[in-house]
């Protein structure tokens, strides 16, 4: 029997409402509300917030139909969370919707092959071309498999880069954990599948480097179960793959585990509203402005559309796809760069459109503010050295990089090194080249100006050079700590190791001169040499230092002289020495101090 279609009055629920709002808009009493949350065992006042779930709940009691209200009104800001709730509802209400290709995150240990085996679904060769051999950014490509076009996101897999892997994992529809057949699962293979699990991401193993002699895909199965991945053949329902991406075997079987998922998951957006994208990366560049990398996930963004993301805003001037090739408008799931921002945004931040009322309001917010937000920012640094340790040296750093996920990540791992001696103070922080006012902000603290990626300029380069500041530009993450860690230990005082060498018993005074002595004495025990430091000891007590400047043994000059021997002391010291005394012999020598 078909149901007949309910009279019931629908209701447009939105992701978080008060408990007042929320019976206006049902038209009932807020004690009904009350009552019925607490019937349900949530205890919640007149104006907290009930989430979407909570609500429709209450609703659906109380005799209405729910639905999703996805409007965004004009003034509110998009977190990450939100647009990923108004993507999942979005599917469940099933308007406008169109199928969109699945984001493909690759993720997995360092070396383990995911630049590689990108390269080879996209025949092209990115992995060779990167410095240090290591992947230092995430990267958005889109490819066309089976007729299907596929966003594949590239992932860094050096454990400074974790933020790059959380944020990879977030936005992927499905993962691919690619693990070397050659070295198993390794610690950050570990911190991927705690990601995936967490953020519950279908997944699909890649089981890589097979062609090496010493593969062994039947431990790396062993070694996931153990992680709790557990793959088709072993009970599971992880789909996996053994494939080499360097000799482009078992990649076919790779992208048809994928397009399964894809398919099983059909995945849809609404292409008919407003564009919201996710920032993966911005930059600043020299000739284009601020750029930002972002990844469409519903709706379209098209050229003039006045936009926001984070604190910055703008109107798009220009749009290019992953390749670089100029397009009008983006929809879900591509990858594009956004240019006509006023600033670089942060990853993570949600580009959203805005009415040009709003942006208007923003921008006269603005005017007058930029200068003044960059004095606060200037004083704010100030209270923070402030409450540096007493003692303690502060190395001061300016860095610049490429694009904010570098630098995100740049500063977390120096923030992680930890001594009690010197502090890193962070002057100032940015994304693009080393300008002149770089050097400025630099030359009244001395700080260093570290860059990644990035250039100085000539100008930069010669106010700099006439005024002492140290530049220095990196193209590898961990040369740049490395560079870091090596200022910190020239910083430190050196630690002074002494080894004790041996004893002697003095038993006669040849000769006292001003500043040394000559005196005869025995090796007790040990050996002493030329050039030792010295301790004199009487009736028990250390009464003073000095050094062995010379020694002889049976009337002849040597370097050193074992136990048991009678020898003569050439001393410099403070100390006249008397015969009974004991000299410690010891050196000393300064070592440079590690992190
Ligand atoms: N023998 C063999 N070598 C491979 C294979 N796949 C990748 N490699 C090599 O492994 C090294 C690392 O490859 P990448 O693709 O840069 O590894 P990655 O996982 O992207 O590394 P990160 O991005 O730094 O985490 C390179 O020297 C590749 O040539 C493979 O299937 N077989
Ligand atoms: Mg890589």
């Excluded at 009932?28 to 909570?54: R, Y």
């Excluded at 088709?232 to 000799?247: D, F, L």
């Excluded at 590898?476 to 002697?504: A, F, H």
Aim: charged content about 30%.
């Amino acid at each position: 029997m078909i149901m007949a279609q309910s009279d019931k009055k629908i209701v447009k629920i939105p992701s978080s409402i008060t408990v007042k709002k929320f019976s206006e808009l049902l038209g009932t009493p807020v004690t009904s509300i009350i009552t019925e949350l607490l019937k349900n065992g949530i205890l919640a006042a007149i104006n907290e917030e009930i989430d979407f779930d909570t609500a429709s709940v209450i609703a659906q009691d109380l005799g209405f139909e729910t639905e999703a209200d996805l409007e965004i009104s004009d003034t509110e800001k998009i977190t990450v969370e939100k647009l990923i709730e108004i993507c999942k509802k979005e599917k469940e209400s099933g308007k406008n919707l169109r199928p969109r290709p699945p984001v493909v995150t690759i993720l997995g240990h360092v070396d383990h092959g995911k630049t590689t085996l990108l390269d080879t679904i996209r025949k092209t060769s990115v992995a060779t071309k990167e410095a240090g051999g290591i992947t230092q950014h995430i990267s958005a490509y889109q490819a066309k498999k089976k007729n299907k076009l596929i966003t594949f996101i590239d992932t860094p897999g050096h454990e400074a880069f974790s933020g790059m892997r959380e944020r990879g994992v977030s936005i992927a529809d499905i993962a691919v954990l690619v693990v070397a057949a050659d070295d198993g699962v390794r610690p950050q293979t570990k911190e991927v599948i705690e990601y995936l699990k967490e953020k519950k991401v279908p997944t699909v193993v890649a089981i890589n480097k097979i062609d090496k002699p010493t593969a062994s895909p039947q431990r790396v199965k062993q070694e996931l179960a153990d992680n709790g991945i557990l793959i088709e053949q072993w009970g599971g329902n992880v789909m996996s793959a053994n494939i080499s991406a360097k000799q482009n075997m078992g990649i076919d079987e790779l992208l048809d585990n994928i397009l399964l998922v894809a398919e099983v998951e059909d995945f849809k957006a609404d292409e008919k509203r407003d564009g919201l994208a996710i920032v993966l990366e911005s930059n600043l560049d020299p000739k284009k402005g601020p750029v930002a990398t972002v990844l469409v996930k519903t709706g379209t963004l098209k050229v003039g559309q006045d936009v926001t993301a984070g604190s910055t805003y703008g109107r798009i001037r220009k749009i290019e796809d992953f390749a670089g090739k100029s397009i009008e408008s983006a929809g879900p799931s591509m990858p594009v760069t956004i240019m006509g921002l006023n600033g670089t945004p942060n990853a993570n931040d949600v580009l959203q459109v805005t009415s040009g009322k709003s942006l208007a309001r923003l921008k006269s917010k603005e005017f007058g503010a930029t200068s003044a937000g960059y004095k606060e920012k200037l004083s704010s640094q100030k209270i923070l050295k402030t409450i540096e340790k007493e003692g303690m040296q502060k190395l001061n750093l300016i860095i610049k990089a490429d694009v904010q996920g570098s630098l995100e990540a740049i500063e977390q791992i120096l923030s992680a090194i930890k001594t009690d001696e010197v502090m890193i103070n962070f002057v100032e922080t940015g994304v693009g080249n080393i300008t002149e006012s770089d050097v400025k902000i630099a030359m009244p603290s001395q700080a260093n100006i570290l860059g990644f990626n990035v250039e100085t300029t000539p100008v930069a380069k010669r106010l700099a050079e006439s005024n002492g500041v140290n530049i220095k530009t990196f193209r590898i993450i961990y040369e740049l700590v490395e560079e870091v860690k090596r200022i910190i230990i020239d910083m430190l005082p050196p630690e002074i190791v002494r080894t004790d060498l041996g004893t002697v018993n003095i038993l006669a005074i040849f000769r006292t001169g001003k500043h040394d002595m000559i005196i005869g004495g025995r090796v007790n025990d040990g050996k002493i040499i030329k050039g030792a430091q010295v301790e004199i000891k009487r009736a028990g007590e250390i009464i003073g230092k000095g050094k062995i400047e010379g020694l002889q043994q049976n009337k002849n000059v040597t370097d050193e002289v074992g136990k048991g021997n009678e020898c003569g002391i050439v001393f410099a010291g403070n100390v006249k020495i008397k015969e009974g005394d004991i000299l410690i012999v010891y050196t000393e020598e300064e070592k440079k101090r590690t992190l």
